[in-house]
């Protein structure tokens, strides 16, 4: 199976500032199918991107995501309040469908 | 809009078989994929499988253990899974889709303990 390491663990930023989350795969994922995710306490994760780049309905266009084969990245370019969270990166490209440990975007 | 409701038993002894229920309100269970996925804080998550229209695809990790079925009379679909250890501890959520889930249930607490 393909698994995912996503960097860092935890990221200390301040609102304003941008966010960038590294998610890399121990195998190519094909058609760039790659998801990410953002889960808050107590809640179901929400996904953000599907696709590597596509954003899903309704989600803000601050979110990006970018990247092919092995290496992808989640940029948020301006945090707002509501976006620190834990995210998940997730492949779809082989099964079994796999996740990513997460990545915490923390207030500074 | 779509909504999910995972039912089912908070406390399941070891050795038995956890079974939860999730029911699906807004769309039609017999016109799309659905899914299960868990999250257990030694895990993370993990992708349990999917049903559609009666064809399954499990994660093998589970696959000797896991059932997922359609009740189209009341737009339904299960899982069960058999002979759980404390490992099996975790939220369990369902999902629409089979690939990427754009809408979850609000998931449900699984307990494996005697």
């Known amino acids: 199976e393909i698994v995912l390491t996503q960097s860092p663990g935890t990221l200390s930023l301040s609102p304003g500032e941008r966010a960038t989350l590294s998610c890399r795969a121990s195998?190519?994922?094909?058609?760039?199918?790659l998801a990410w995710y953002q889960q808050k306490p107590g809640q179901a994760p929400r996904l953000l991107i599907y696709?590597?780049?596509s954003r899903a309905t309704g989600i803000p266009d601050r979110f990006s995501g970018s990247g092919s084969g092995t290496d992808f990245i989640l940029t948020i370019s301006r945090l707002e309040p509501e976006d620190f969270a834990v995210y998940y990166c997730?492949?779809?490209?082989?099964?079994?469908?796999?996740f990513g440990q997460g990545t915490k975007v923390e207030v500074k | 809009q779509v909504q999910l409701q995972e039912s089912g038993p908070g406390l399941v002894k070891p050795s038995e078989t956890l079974s939860l229920t999730c029911t699906v309100s807004?769309?039609?269970?017999?016109?799309?994929?659905w899914s299960w996925i868990r999250q257990s804080p030694g895990k993370g998550l993990e992708w349990i499988g999917y049903?559609?229209?009666?064809?399954?695809n499990y994660n093998p990790s589970l696959e000797s253990r896991v059932t997922i079925s359609l009740d189209t009379s009341k737009n339904q679909f299960s899982l069960k899974l058999r002979s759980v250890t404390a490992a099996d501890t975790a939220i369990y959520y369902c999902?629409?889709?089979?690939?990427?889930?754009?809408?979850w249930g609000q998931g449900t607490m699984v307990t494996v303990s005697s």
């Open positions: 999902a629409k889709d089979g690939r990427t889930w754009p809408i």
């Open positions: 807004g769309a039609s269970i017999s016109s799309s994929y």
């Open positions: 049903i559609y229209s009666g064809n399954t």
């Open positions: 195998q190519s994922v094909s058609s760039g199918s």
């Open positions: 696709g590597a780049s």
């Open positions: 997730q492949q779809y490209g082989s099964s079994p469908w796999t």
